[in-house]
């Protein structure tokens, strides 16, 4: 069955608009934990919008031994005030999984991926150190033609399809193009001998349709929309309903 990762910096942004530790992520973690997810997935940005150092390590703390912990983040982004780096924080916590994505401050969310002809070989050491301390190393990239055998060369052993063009293009009724082009790359990553993640704008309402397209999917992270349907249905209620969906 696909991996369910539960991304929770949006529990942090509704912290952080009070101040204080309501609601505690380590809470929602447990919560999501004893719904039966498969992992957690935090995005800590240098500007500690949402998701800070302390959540970092305090999850560490949680979900070590127990179940996949997923880092995401900027690997050229420097350290900043309380924020160490992106590598700084996986050789402190050791997670099971660093997703590189090249986003910066200036983006509400991540909004493409990289580009591995371009970028390859300034990523090839930094997967190299994340490959020495553990962690397994997935690279964001957007659904179309890449050169999955750069991605393997430097060491990678993920991509991640970014899917908000496909939730777009779902919401607007028109998927088939968006979806075939998710698919094909899938197909060509997992020729060249990587494994297949998915995540961003995944919702109940597209989930299915991806998770029945993509053959041997292997992870999804979903943050926004499984909080925001939270809302209305319970934390833990959502989760076994995204766990349903993905059997």
């Given at each position: 069955m696909t991996l369910l990762s539960v991304n929770l910096n949006k529990i942090a942004v509704l912290r952080n608009s009070r101040g204080g530790n309501e609601p505690d992520i380590v809470r929602a973690a447990q919560t999501c934990?004893?719904?039966g997810c498969g992992g957690i997935t935090v995005h800590p940005r240098p500007?500690?919008?949402?998701?800070?150092?302390?959540?970092?390590?305090?999850?560490?703390a949680?979900?070590?031994?127990?179940?996949?912990?997923?880092?995401?983040?900027n690997p050229f982004a420097a350290a900043r005030g309380a924020y160490p780096g992106l590598?700084?924080?996986?050789?402190?916590?050791?997670?099971?999984?660093?997703?590189?994505?090249p986003d910066d401050d200036g983006q509400i969310t991540s909004d493409h991926g990289f580009d591995?002809?371009?970028d390859g070989e300034r990523l090839r050491p930094l997967v190299a150190e994340l490959r020495g301390l553990g962690c397994r190393v997935s690279l964001f990239v957007d659904a179309g033609p890449q050169d999955f055998e750069r991605a393997v060369a430097i060491g990678a052993e993920r991509i991640e399809i970014y899917t908000g063009p496909y939730a777009e293009a779902f919401a607007a009724g028109d998927v088939h193009a968006s979806l075939a082009l998710c698919v094909d790359t899938a197909r060509r990553a997992q020729q060249a001998g990587l494994a297949v993640n998915a995540g961003h704008d995944l919702s109940q309402?597209?989930?299915?349709?991806l998770r029945a397209a993509i053959p041997g999917l292997a992870e999804v992270s979903i943050g926004h929309a499984l909080i925001g349907e939270a809302l209305y249905?319970?934390?833990?209620?959502?989760?076994?309903?995204y766990l349903q969906i993905l059997r």
């Open positions: 934990i004893d719904a500007d500690q919008r949402h998701v800070r150092p302390d959540d970092v390590r305090r999850l560490a949680l979900l070590r031994g127990r179940l996949e912990y997923n880092i995401e983040g590598i700084a924080l996986a050789r402190e916590t050791r997670p099971t999984q660093v997703t590189l994505v591995l002809e371009r309402a597209n989930l299915g349709t249905d319970g934390l833990a209620a959502t989760v076994r309903n």
